[in-house]
């Protein structure tokens, strides 16, 4: 199993443009989250999907869609990309939305905007 | 509110040293989890150890130990012996109660960077 899997891994955009960060578990978990950690702020939710079908908002969800594009994939949209998105971000899942289950981390991206 | 504090932002040690890294919780909730992961040089995140609230014994693995104690609100841990393949970033983190989807979100600490030097 390859757990959670993260592309790409690096990615530097200018000011003003798109992408799609993609994130797929292989764990068939039903919850998927994506965080952006920078440096002395430890993790921030962005977004997360607790099942199939539902997304809801973070801490820090200004700039950013997301897609629970099935069971298995949770990607993570930026449309106009900001410096202050320079970051990097993780991707994380986990069987159900319970207060005992474990989070488990995708290997990151890392995102410069220029 | 629900907060995870550690306020150790860096500590340095020598090979062989025991070493503690401290987190303090605040949460209203009488059931809740708490968890470290560490975060070595190469980036991933590695989940170390899950604690309910109401287990306070405390948890040794290898090296590793945890002490949770509820009356002061932390989950503090040890490295004994360090060595430098401990160096990493280390976070707390805090299972938050929240309703329907939301529960069991993370609210994590702002890591306390661990340098092991040989």
């Known amino acids: 199993n390859a757990g959670v899997t993260q592309t790409p891994k690096f990615q530097v955009l200018k000011t003003g443009q798109s992408m799609t960060l993609q994130c797929a578990q292989d764990m068939n978990h039903n919850s998927m989250y994506w965080y952006r950690q920078d440096p002395g702020m430890g993790l921030r939710l962005i977004y997360y999907?607790?099942?199939?079908?539902?997304?809801d908002k973070g801490e820090v969800p200004n700039g950013y869609n997301v897609s629970r594009l099935n069971k298995r994939e949770f990607s993570l949209r930026l449309e106009s990309a900001a410096p202050s998105q320079t970051s990097v971000y993780f991707c994380?899942?986990?069987?159900?939305?319970?207060?005992?289950?474990?989070?488990?981390f995708g290997p990151g991206t890392r995102l410069t905007v220029l | 509110a629900q907060k995870v504090t550690q306020a150790q932002t860096e500590i340095s040690v020598v090979e062989k040293e025991d070493v503690t890294l401290d987190c303090v919780y605040e949460t209203r909730d009488t059931t809740y989890y708490l968890f470290w992961y560490k975060q070595p040089p190469s980036g991933e995140l590695v989940f170390l150890i899950r604690?309910?609230?109401?287990?306070?014994q405390n948890e040794i693995s290898g090296r590793y130990s945890w002490n949770f104690q509820k009356s002061t609100s932390s989950f503090n841990f040890t490295i004994t012996a360090s060595q430098v393949v401990d160096s990493a970033v280390y976070f707390c983190?805090?299972?938050?109660?929240?309703?329907?989807?939301?529960?069991?979100?993370?609210?994590f600490g702002k890591g306390t960077k661990l340098s092991v030097k040989p």
């Open positions: 604690r309910n609230s109401f287990d306070e």
């Open positions: 994380a899942s986990k069987r159900l939305a319970l207060l005992a289950d474990t989070q488990y």
């Open positions: 999907s607790a099942s199939e079908g539902t997304t």
């Open positions: 983190a805090l299972s938050e109660a929240g309703s329907g989807g939301s529960q069991g979100n993370l609210i």
